[in-house]
């Protein structure tokens, strides 16, 4: 495993401390962030997908275990590999190695990949020549992301709450915003309309669709709560437990008419949790053409 066969660009920590403070990290000298590609077309498949950073193996397993071997081939002894899970903002971080430049879809936009990589770096105590190329941002200021965004999460700069897969992920009471989710995990709608995005490249085997990054509600029913964590464990997603995963195939379903309310009455009396019952009460509501 060499350096060179892999997309990468080293920050001297100076550089970061410029923007960004860290506490009790004085042994670091130098950031060697990566990019990973990942898929950029979705298979035609029946149910509801992922969003396509989470269609293979799970990407915190997948670069965490390749940025240790890196460290190991590079004989680093003090060092940490990270990627998403990290103290330090990441984009930021790629941004100052070269990598790419923040595009207005909040992401960073490779030349090579366009946005959809994921970042991880590994730092370390050694001094290593820092990449002093700052690209010219590639973003075209076609404002399609801002305008397709279905929650218009993207307008005057991005607004985390109205995004839909920061939604995905919690248990908020903006119901109506729910009301536009088309993915069961995450969102890929300013991604997928980027012309920036239209790349064709290789990227890890490990990333390829497999189809437990597609769900049916009666197959998802059967797999149960209880069986969850060990099913879908080298999924980037099992961190969302069942019953969000649930909560957003019941939205899906009713975001596609396939929900009768006879349906949602027995879903709805499945668990206790009040964020649910309210939220299978917001589904009833739009069943029914009332409000809530
Ligand atoms: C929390 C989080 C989320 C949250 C909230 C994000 C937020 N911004 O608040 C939610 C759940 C919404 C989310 C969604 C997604 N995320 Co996310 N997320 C993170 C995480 C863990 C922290 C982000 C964060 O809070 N950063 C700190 C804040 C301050 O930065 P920010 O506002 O996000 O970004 C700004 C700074 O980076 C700054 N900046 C960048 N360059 C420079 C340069 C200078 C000089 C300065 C001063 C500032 C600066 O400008 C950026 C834009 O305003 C990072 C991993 C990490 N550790 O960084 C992944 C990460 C950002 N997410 C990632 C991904 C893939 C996604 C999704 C695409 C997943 C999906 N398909 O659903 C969406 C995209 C949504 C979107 N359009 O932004 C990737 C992004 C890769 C890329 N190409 O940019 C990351 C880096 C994870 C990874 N390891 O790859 N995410």
């Given at each position: 495993m060499r350096l060179e066969d892999f997309d990468y660009g080293v920050v001297d920590i100076r550089d970061y401390l410029r923007h960004r403070t860290l506490r009790n990290k004085d042994w670091i000298k130098s950031i060697i962030v990566f990019v990973f590609p990942y898929a950029n077309d979705a298979p035609k498949a029946e149910g509801y997908l992922t969003a396509k950073y989470a269609y293979g193996r799970d990407y915190h397993i997948v670069i965490k275990n390749k940025l240790e071997e890196i460290a190991e081939t590079l004989g680093f002894e003090k060092y940490e590999a990270m990627t998403d899970i990290s103290y330090l903002d990441e984009k930021l971080c790629a941004v100052l190695a070269g990598l790419g430049r923040i595009g207005k879809n909040n992401l960073l936009l490779t030349p090579k990949y366009g946005s959809r990589v994921l970042i991880g770096e590994i730092v370390t105590s050694v001094v290593f020549p820092k990449t002093e190329s700052e690209l010219p941002?590639?973003?075209?200021?076609?404002?399609l992301c801002v305008k397709n965004c279905p929650t218009d999460a993207l307008r005057n700069g991005f607004n985390k709450k109205k995004c839909l897969s920061y939604l995905s992920q919690k248990t908020s009471a903006d119901y109506e915003l729910y009301d536009k989710m088309e993915l069961a995990v995450g969102c890929d709608v300013c991604q997928d309309v980027?012309?920036?995005?239209r790349k064709e490249y290789d990227y890890p085997e490990e990333f390829r669709f497999d189809p437990k990054s597609r769900f049916v509600l009666q197959d998802f029913l059967e797999i149960g709560e209880k069986n969850f964590r060990e099913h879908y464990q080298d999924k980037a997603f099992a961190f969302l437990g069942y019953r969000k995963i649930l909560r957003n195939l019941l939205v899906l379903e009713a975001n596609k008419g396939k929900l009768r309310p006879g349906e949602l009455e027995k879903y709805a009396g499945l668990y206790e949790d009040a964020w649910f019952k309210k939220h299978m009460g917001h589904l009833k509501g739009r069943l029914a053409g009332g409000k809530d």
């Open positions: 941002n590639p973003c075209i200021d076609c404002f980027c012309p920036l995005n």
